[in-house]
T-cell receptor
């Protein structure tokens, strides 16, 4: 089955700087890659997703890039703000599969 | 405008005393999932329903059962909770969006404490 690795496990960034979180996946059949943000004690919320026919997608300060050949995808947050502090999970799914394989999560802390 | 609702939000049960967690959704999604999440680990899929079809994960203990009486509701039954079952239980829903994949919407979770 699919295996998703996520790095780093913790990340501290000065407010205003950029943060990058990276994930690699194992199954070349995977074609849907969402990113979830989970604040302390709250539900995971989808913040951005990308499909394998697209190399990059942006939504304001958030962007995701995908390298199908290398089987990795990354989350980029620019101009970080204190409210960006949370745990971020990447995930992958194959074809029409309704199940997601999650990465292990990255705890992002924005230092004021 | 809650879309995935979980009740209760907090549940305390005694060791070995059966407990039921509930999930309802207003999205009319055909897929419903139950996840277990411990202390900022990734959510762990226990099982999911695709329409009425139940799909159990291979490593889900028999202690965990589920029911989906209709499209809107899904229940998680823990027959004999152990201390290791203390966790956040997340319900999620999704539907097939064709080539856009299955976006999962999560409920707020039920935090289960076992005493």
């Amino acid at each position: 089955g699919e295996n998703v690795e996520q790095h780093p496990s913790t990340l501290s960034v000065q407010e205003g700087d950029s943060a990058v979180i990276k994930c690699t996946y194992s199954d070349s059949a995977s074609n849907y890659f969402p990113w979830y943000k989970q604040e302390l004690g709250k539900r995971p919320q989808l913040i951005i997703d990308i499909r394998s026919n697209v190399g990059e997608k942006k939504d304001q300060r958030i962007a995701v890039t995908l390298n199908k050949t290398a089987k990795h995808f990354s989350l980029h947050i620019t101009e970080t703000q204190p409210e960006d502090s949370a745990v971020y999970f990447c995930a992958a799914s194959m074809g029409g599969n309704e199940k997601l394989t999650f990465g292990t999560g990255t705890r992002l802390t924005i230092i004021p | 405008d809650a879309m995935v609702i979980q009740n209760p939000r907090y549940q305390v049960t005694q060791f070995g005393k059966p407990v039921t967690l509930s999930c309802s959704q207003t999205l009319n999604h055909n897929v419903m999932y139950w996840y277990q999440q411990k202390s900022s680990q990734a959510p762990k899929l226990l099982f999911h329903y695709y329409d009425k079809d139940f799909n159990n994960e291979a490593d889900t203990p028999d202690n965990f059962q589920s029911r989906r009486p209709n499209t809107s509701f899904c229940f998680l039954d823990i027959r004999s909770p152990g201390l290791g079952d203390a966790a956040m239980y997340l319900c999620a829903t999704s539907r097939d969006r064709g080539n856009r994949g299955y976006e999962q919407y999560f409920g707020p979770g039920t935090r289960l404490t076992v005493t």
